[in-house]
């Protein structure tokens, strides 16, 4: 019988093959792990949600139920007063993380391409947003939003008059938009961070192109960096969204009628307990609300999942 004999070639060939289908299946194992961690929580919502609450108790019942029903998301609607709930965040928060998305990259631009006096102090204030969390701020926020006003020029006026005109800001999306708009809002600091560290690493070439073909500062940023920087900016913004949008602290601090979905959420055992008919203690219920809550930010992470990856391709440069 002939012997057959390996090469080296073929032997390191065979080595190779054999790492790399290690590597794959370590990968997938990998992935698979990370999937069902993240996708178990869905699923066990899911199973709860669609099934009557008589079969939470039952052990015969594990993940599919033995009949479907769609009456707890009903139940859940009115608990949260869903749509009036969306409203307030869509019209509150949602609106406060898309102006933050603009505010925060003028304030990064700024910092990564202009030298001016404090810049160094300013970018360390930056820095201490990111550091410092809201609660530590809240009260004092909270207090100046209660008696607003701007550099005393209220105080003042209400002194030589003899009464208080200093509005109050609570209970209004004021409280969201105004420190969103002046790039101080929930998470800013990071945002700014983010975009600053973008903007670095674009070449000054394209700006100084534009520049020489006439435009100015507001047009070179509006036409020229902006198009290039879809990544930073789908990136900023989803953060934004979702982190509005699971806001819980400062909207129930801030808001007292005009409340986001969040807050709902959080009393939904409370309205469920008010409305006759229902137990206060169902699982199904919860599951459903839950599921009505996060059904939107699954909605918009597939809608901007295409662009993501296109933003990608577009915001690469050649030469």
Known sequence: ??????????????KRKTAD????????????????VVLIQLIYMCSYAFRVPDEVNDASVVWV????????????LEALDYFKAFFNTVTVQILSGLIEVFTCSVAAYGFARYSFKGKKILFAVVILMILV???MTAVSMSLDYAYFDLFGILNGIGKLIGRDIRPNLLNSGMVFWLPSLFGVGLRSGLFIFIYHQFFKGLPKELEEAAYIDGANAFTTFMRVVLPSSGVAFLTVTIFSVVWHWNDY???????????PLSVSLSKLASSIYNMSGYGSDSLTYSMAACILYILPVIILYLLLQRKFIASID??????
Do not use: C, H, W
């Open 21 to 36: 289908v290690i590597v794959s299946v370590m990968r997938y194992a990998f992935l698979i792990a990370i999937g069902y």
């Open 249 to 259: 602290y400062l909207s129930i601090l801030y808001l007292n009628d005009n409340q």
């Open 1 to 14: 019988m002939k012997k057959i004999e390996i090469t080296p070639r073929t032997r390191y060939r065979l």
């Open 314 to 319: 577009r915001v690469g440069i050649v030469g």
């Open 133 to 135: 969390p809201p609660q």
């Open 65 to 76: 139920p033995k009949s479907f029903t769609l009456a707890n998301f009903k139940v859940a």
